[in-house]
């Protein structure tokens, strides 16, 4: 990282942790002129939305704090989201079905790692949040999607994420679908309690582990 993306990313979050909402486009702008990454603005970003998380816990911080973290973080997302080089032109090499499982309504990792899949050659049907089971079904069966991106943040939604393996299973879709788990609620012992084939907090081990496959296919090996 160079200087001048260091100081951006710097005042960015000094900005964000002061809850200076209306200072957060400039920053985004500064962050943009700087040349930051998606992946450095992540990794900035990551510990500051732990952070908030964890005071909102322990009641130092209350809804609004979320609130206003997530315009934040979704104000300046949008922008960095921009400088994302869209993927080469031509078939997509894989077609992912996306959202956030009923009950859920966080969306700013799901569209970030959906952003990312799109300019990494895949088509991304992302189908938003609180998203019922059948839904995701129906979507796969219209598209024939090889993969289907859970985005979960709520412990709560993993009942319904249960649901949607059974569903597949049920018609028979299970064996041709590869069911990605990711979200900060997630962790990789929901593998198997959930039945999914793979879990991750960080959009990036996504895209790679679709890569492998895909690439995987193309070669006529398996994964
Ligand atoms: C911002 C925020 C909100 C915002 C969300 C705004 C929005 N548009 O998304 C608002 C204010 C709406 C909100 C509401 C609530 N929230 Co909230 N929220 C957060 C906070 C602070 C940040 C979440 C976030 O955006 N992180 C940044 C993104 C970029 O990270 P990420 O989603 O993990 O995504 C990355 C990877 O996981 C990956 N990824 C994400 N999805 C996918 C999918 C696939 C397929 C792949 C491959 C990768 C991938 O890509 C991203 C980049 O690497 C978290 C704290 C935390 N530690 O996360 C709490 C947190 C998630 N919220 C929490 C709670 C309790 C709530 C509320 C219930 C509060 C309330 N009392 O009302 C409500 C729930 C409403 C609902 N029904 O969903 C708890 C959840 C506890 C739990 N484990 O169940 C947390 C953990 C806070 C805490 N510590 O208590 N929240």
Known sequence: MN????????SFREKFLGFDIDAIDREADGMLTAGVTVRQFLDTCMPIMAEVGERFEKGEYYLP????A???FKTASRKIKGSVQAGESGPAIAEIVLGTPMGDIHDLGKDIFGVLAEASGFAVYNLGVDVPPEAFIARLEETGAAFL???SLLTTTFGTIEQIVALLDK?????NTQVMLGGGATEQSLVEKLGVDFQ????????????RLTDGEMKGGSA
């Open 3 to 10: 200087d001048q993306q260091l100081a951006a990313l710097s």
């Open 149 to 151: 991106g859970l985005s």
């Open 65 to 68: 704090h979320l609130v206003m």
């Open 171 to 175: 018609k028979g879709l299970r064996k």
């Open 70 to 72: 997530g315009e934040m």
């Open 200 to 211: 991750t907090r960080d959009a990036y081990e996504g895209i790679s582990f679709i890569k």
